[in-house]
């Protein structure tokens, strides 16, 4: 078939699928103003009309989401369509998230939680439908079970309280009591979730461009998983796929640009990396810091990879507030790098980002820095060069920063430094890998190469399939009975968000420990909170404590809701990290009743107390997240085309991998777009003077071609989360990186304490390789 | 092409917009013959009622119906009425396809619906009324039976389906049903929506099946199966309407029956079963009793019968290039033995289907346009004409089969299946002399309430996309 023909007749699929899927939400804009006093974020949705939900003579499609300055409509409204009965009602519910200490609220299985809020007119009296005196709402999943009561509904605004189903309809019925408990009366009005408009892949079952070769570099028409494992096209083989999720047909030629890089070494000569050593530094202490080849065992195989003085993680380095120390670094890698403080608000000359604070060490090389620690808590310390390579590879650590004040904490029984992380290595260490390394002279096939040139899984960062806690595949903490532990966590990896809790190993139905919410990035929280699960993005910290009262074995656990994009459905990833054992034994000291009153840090809220007046005002800056891609194979292309009706708040895991993994920077560049100026990435120019406070709205754009969340970083200074999606932020800490999530709106306030020229990323490595990034210098003297 | 985001937004606009006229376009120019009068004379007719043909028939059509039917001459016709002369053709009425999805499956696990190409190919080749017998996409199926009956799409008359029914095994398509009150909801919701019928599929359990039935016949709705966990004499008693693909499904003749569970390959069992056997019998008497009807869907399991003639060229031309050559390459290895029926099996389903309707049973027909995909819309169903006839059937009981009876089982054979004055126009007119001929190759023009369409026009304008859209 000629190319031009394949190509034809893909453009009519996609365009006749997505007619359909996108019939529902391409309505023009602002006309649920209509219905009074409509939640602003739902304000453009059209009140929909009509017999059926998918009219298929919707009139001519206009985008929905496209406001920079508000979030996307159609990823947090469900249109209400009323039935023929009611059939001049309207109805619109805006989905919030409620309140929760991060930057997405869910579930300890990772749902989405949604607090529904239901605008309805035109409704008329039930008693015209038959012998009904109410309306009553419902929720449920689309298999009907279970069908949840949100109450009784009239027109106007309706507070319908929470739901957390991955995919979900909101019914209205008439019924003769609000408290019926299954749907009697006749419906009325439906809508569906907005992640119910995906569904199965018509396209990537037909596209003919699965039969087509994409045409990337060096790709020949492979037709078949042989020819895909033949070492054509530069050396690359086939990545781990996600297990139970096939890989699209047309993928299998599919790879990426340019050639792969591993690193490379005789093993014999490599020692084994060693556990992370605790290193406590007084004021003025210094560490000689040596970045340099270690090898691992990890999935049955050797593997060559990097650590900070022999280490995964590094040396956990350990030192008071408002103390300096002194850094040696000796950089034995075979690549340039550097030492980035992350979330230190220390001097500029030391934020060690090479080719904006300094020139990056090269092999053989050393620079000595000079960190000042301004503030209590955890932060962590990552080369800011190629960070998808070593940081992959296990260039991190987390330095633990005492407070001064005794009472600073509540007394626990112990601390725990826990630093999350996953790894990608090949599948089973089989012919395909070892042919591999063979060709390509490296001993250790297992991990997955990254790109020489450019990163490759550009488009959604390189998801791992070990996961690794403090290194080791399954961390293990033993606690006596009645242990309070207060944990560090810190999120390492390049791309991942976890969402993790405690299980009880033997009651999987039990529900998961509480956890006390106390600190985040630069700090403690306004008031301490409970919660079931931390979610943490990249790059992303959490001082979390957890009461270990009974004897048993609790799970760490990783529990999300990633999508099978193929067949459009939620994809349930349930991993243990590891094990806590608690002993019969109880603990000397019972710390019981500290753990369970929550406390309000009153310093936390004096020091914020001299922000609010500034909470209100207008944003001082815009900033639009988006994305640019060129040259996309047609078959990626058309299938991303179609996962366009929906976009996760967050991409958990990575169903997609060969996608992604032919991905670089040929084809993909992630933009932090000015969105006054119209500057992008390293153009942006921002001059601010220490004291400075500004605002700024960051609009995570749900019109990128692959929308998706960023961790966004900010360099040398705090900041506050003020709104999201309109919603005020009530209880503030200070962060340095903030999740924001697919299609969202979020307000931070920016301090301005530090002079120098500071970075603003992404914090997903590959993002920021892509060139999601930019500079802003302040200018004065310290405050 | 570097495409930002609003480029892309514009794109996708750009492409709606052209897919839009699709659906909206000029429809006429697939009209043969317009009404609102027309008289077809000189035809030989074959009424559905399993009546032997009549030579030089008139019939008059006056709007939507028929208001006459009769020798040539005796029919009066009236002046202004188009008079379209029939010498050498055979009329029969539209055929109603019991089984005919408005998706389509084939070649190497690609499945799509088929809104625009399935509706035309359905109606081009004598469906002119079709139920969908299961629904990947329920309200997409409601919206194009709205669409057609506004006379916006063209295509046939639709019964549709809500989503299958099955229990905890099934594809990500279908409802996996966890008990009884998830069938109730499910099927109340759907009913409330507006769907005619129900398929329960393959892993549905006695209970669920139960639980569907009635709450479907609460609704004013009736539910058909493709079974395999219940056997049919356990879903006739649960009240059934329908049974889908006649022998194929029924594993109730399985030495190892367990309740509720779907036996793997209990059909190698049953080539030597005796369809006159007090067994079978015994299946066929409840049925009857019961009024419970039968559905043949012989076409879409010949692709996997070795010693079969080769596929229709026909279909492979109407495909979309992609899936013609993934099917034709299915269709030579199943044949080759990976994966076929035993034709001594693909043997005994004619018989059963035969001795079924032998002992008084009503059977339908329909084409399902899934599994390998050697079945499209329309073309599977005229091959169903002839693997009828193969089974034993004579021309007018196979006509009969594939229209009258089908209106039956819908509940409309006051106003379909047959060629008789008062009905609606639903007629379908083929070159030559079909018994002579023995299949449906020669369609010519196909009417539906009155309006004669364009066979080869219609088929026309979908050839290369059938199976994409």
Redesign the interface.
């Known amino acids: 078939v000629p190319a031009t023909h394949a190509c034809r007749i893909t453009r009519w699929t996609a365009a006749g699928g997505l007619f359909v899927l996108l019939a529902a939400w391409s309505l023009p804009p602002h006309a649920s103003a209509q219905i009074p006093g409509v939640d602003p974020v739902c304000a453009d949705r059209a009140p929909a009309t009509g017999a059926s939900m998918f009219d298929a003579r919707a009139p001519a499609p206009a985008r929905s989401g496209g406001r920079p300055d508000r979030p996307a409509s159609d990823l947090h409204c469900v249109d209400l369509f009323p039935t023929g009965r009611v059939s001049d009602a309207a109805g619109v519910v805006a989905l919030a998230r409620p309140w929760s200490p991060f930057g997405v609220t869910v579930t300890p299985e990772g749902r989405h939680r949604h607090q529904l809020t239901a605008w309805i007119a035109g409704l008329p009296d039930p008693a015209w439908l038959g012998p009904y005196t109410t309306y009553v709402a419902w929720a449920t999943p689309l298999v009907f079970d279970p069908v949840i009561n949100l109450g009784p509904v009239t027109n106007g605004r309706n507070d319908l309280g929470e739901v957390s189903f991955n995919k979900y309809m909101v019914l209205v019925s008439a019924e003769v009591s609000p408290d019926v408990t299954e749907r009697a009366g006749p419906l009325v009005m439906r809508g569906r979730s907005p992640s119910t408009f995906m569904e199965a892949h018509d396209l990537m079952a037909l596209a003919p461009a699965a039969a087509e070769a994409p045409g990337m570099a060096g790709g020949g028409a492979a037709t078949d998983m042989d020819a895909a494992h033949r070492h054509e096209g530069g050396g690359w083989t086939m990545p781990p796929g996600y297990e139970g999720v096939p890989m699209l047909p047309g993928m299998v030629s599919a790879r990426p640009r340019g050639t792969p890089l591993l690193l490379s070494a005789d093993l014999s000569d490599v020692p084994f990396a060693r556990r992370r050593q605790v290193v406590t530094l007084p004021d003025g202490g210094t560490l000689d810091l040596t970045a340099g080849l270690v090898k691992r065992e990890i999935a049955d195989r050797e593997l060559l990879m990097l650590g900070f003085n022999g280490q995964i993680p590094g040396p956990l380095i350990q030192v008071r507030e408002r103390s300096t120390i002194f850094v040696n670094f000796t950089n034995d890698t075979p690549f340039p790098t550097a030492v980035h403080w992350h979330g230190v608000r220390l001097d500029n000359r030391f934020d060690g980002v090479p080719g904006v604070t300094q020139d990056p060490v090269p092999p053989g090389e050393s620079f000595r820095y000079q960190v000042f620690f301004r503030d209590a808590g955890i932060y962590w310390y990552h080369p800011h060069h190629r960070e998808d390579v070593q940081q992959e590879l296990g260039l991190a650590g987390n330095l633990l920063v005492e407070p001064r004040a005794e009472d600073y904490y509540s007394p626990v029984s112990r601390e725990e430094v826990v630093m999350l992380d996953d790894l990608l290595v090949e599948e089973g260490g089989g012919s395909a890998s070892a042919a591999a390394a063979a060709e390509m002279d490296t001993p250790n096939g297992g991990v997955v190469p990254f790109g020489r040139e450019s990163a490759n899984y550009m488009l959604m960062g390189r998801f791992g399939n070990v996961f690794l806690t403090n290194g080791e595949p399954q961390y293990g903490l033993d606690v006596d009975a009645g242990e309070v532990v207060r944990f560090y966590f810190t999120n390492a990896s390049n791309t991942r968000t976890f969402n993790v809790s405690f299980r009880s190993t033997s009651d999987t139905t039990a529900a998961p420990l509480p956890i006390k919410v106390v600190g985040s990035d630069v700090g403690k929280l306004e008031r301490e909170v409970m919660s079931e699960s931390v979610v943490l993005a990249p790059a992303e910290r959490y001082v979390v404590e957890v009461l270990f009262d009974e004897p048993g074995a609790y799970a760490l656990t990783n529990h999300v809701q990633g999508i099978n994009h193929r067949v459009g459905v939620f994809l349930e990833e349930k991993r243990s990290l590891g094990t806590i054992a608690v002993s019969g034994a109880r603990a000397a000291a019972d710390h019981a009743h500290a753990f369970h009153r929550l406390r309000t840090n009153d310093d936390v809220v004096a020091d914020i107390d001299r922000y609010r007046p500034e909470f209100a005002r207008e944003p001082d800056h815009e900033l639009t997240l988006t994305l640019e891609v060129d040259s996309l194979p047609m078959v990626i292309e058309q299938s991303m085309m179609y996962d366009w009706v929906y976009f996760n708040p967050v991409e958990w895991t990575g169903t997609m991998p060969m996608m992604n993994w032919a991905t670089t920077g040929a084809e993909i560049r992630w933009v932090l777009r000015d969105t006054r100026s119209g500057r992008e990435n390293m153009d942006v120019r921002w001059r601010f003077r220490v004291g400075d406070v500004v605002k700024i709205r960051l609009h995570n754009d749900r019109g990128a071609f692959h929308a998706m969340q960023h961790p966004l970083h900010v360099h040398g200074q705090r900041f506050l989360v003020l709104e999201q999606n309109g919603v005020p932020n009530t209880n503030l800490v200070w962060k340095d990186t903030v999740l924001l999530p697919t299609g969202s709106t979020t307000d931070i306030l920016l301090e301005l304490s530090n002079p120098g020229r500071w970075m603003v990323h992404c914090h997903i490595a590959e993002h920021l390789e892509s060139g999601m990034k930019f500079v802003f210098d302040v200018e004065g003297d310290q405050r | 092409?570097?495409?930002?985001?609003?480029m892309?937004?514009f794109a996708?606009?750009a492409?709606?917009?052209?897919?839009?006229p699709?659906?909206?376009q000029d429809l006429d120019e697939f009209v043969a013959v317009p009404g609102p009068a027309v008289a077809l004379t000189h035809a030989r007719v074959i009424d559905g009622t399993g009546a032997p043909p009549r030579l030089d028939q008139t019939i008059l059509i006056e709007g939507e119906r028929i208001t006459g039917v009769g020798p040539s001459g005796e029919v009066s016709v009236p002046a202004g009425a188009t008079v379209v002369d029939l010498t050498g053709h055979t009329v029969i009425p539209g055929l109603v396809g019991l089984h005919n999805h408005s998706y389509y499956?084939g070649?190497?696990?690609?499945?799509?619906?088929l809104?625009?190409s399935g509706s035309r190919l359905y109606l081009a080749s004598g469906v002119t009324t079709i139920r969908t017998t299961g629904a990947?996409?329920p309200?997409?199926e409601?919206?194009?039976k709205?669409?057609i009956d506004a006379g916006?799409v063209i295509g046939p008359t639709m019964f549709a389906t809500g989503p299958y029914l099955t229990g905890e095994q099934g594809s990500?398509?279908m409802?996996?049903?966890?008990?009884p009150?998830?069938a109730r909801?499910?099927v109340?919701?759907w009913a409330?929506?507006?769907v005619d019928w129900f398929k329960a599929y393959t892993w549905i359990s006695r209970a669920e099946l139960g639980a569907a039935i009635e709450e479907a016949h609460a609704n004013g709705v009736k539910v058909t199966a493709h079974l395999c966990s219940v056997g049919y004499r356990e879903a006739v008693a649960l009240g059934i309407d329908n049974l889908e693909h006649g022998l194929f499904a029924n594993s109730e003749y399985a030495p190892d029956k367990v309740p509720d569970e779907c036996p793997g390959g209990f059909r190698n069992t049953y080539a030597d079963l005796d369809v006159h056997g007090p067994e079978v019998q015994a299946t066929f008497r409840d049925m009857i009793d019961n009024g419970v009807a039968m559905t043949s869907t012989l076409v879409v399991y010949e692709i996997s019968v070795s010693g079969r003639p080769p596929i229709d060229e026909r279909v492979y031309d109407v495909l979309?290039?992609?899936?013609a050559e993934e099917v034709r390459e299915i269709a030579i290895a199943r044949r080759a033995g990976r994966g076929a029926i035993d034709p001594a099996m693909f043997a005994k389903a004619m018989e059963y289907e035969r001795a079924f309707v032998e002992a008084g049973g009503l059977l339908a027909a329909g084409v399902d346009p899934t599994g390998y995909g050697a079945a499209p819309p329309g073309l599977g169903d005229q091959r169903n004409y002839e693997l009828l006839l193969e089974a034993g059937f004579s021309a007018p009981e196979v006509v009969r089969i594939m229209t009258a009876n089908g209106a039956k089982v819908l509940g409309i054979g006051d106003d379909v299946g047959t060629i008789e004055s008062g009905k609606l126009a639903d007629l379908v007119v083929i070159e030559g002399d079909l018994e002579a001929a023995g299949n449906l190759h020669g369609t010519k023009i196909v009417f539906r309430h009155g309006t004669g369409w364009d066979s080869a026009k219609l088929v026309d304008s979908v050839r290369?996309?059938v199976?994409?859209?």
């Open positions: 092409m570097r495409s930002s985001a609003a892309r937004a996708l606009a492409t709606l917009a052209l897919a839009a699709a659906y909206a499956t070649g190497n696990g690609r499945a799509a619906q809104s625009f990947r996409a309200y997409e409601l919206n194009l709205r669409e916006r990500r398509t409802t996996l049903l966890n008990g009150e998830e909801r499910v109340r919701y409330e929506e507006g979309a290039p992609e899936i290369g996309v199976g994409i859209r």
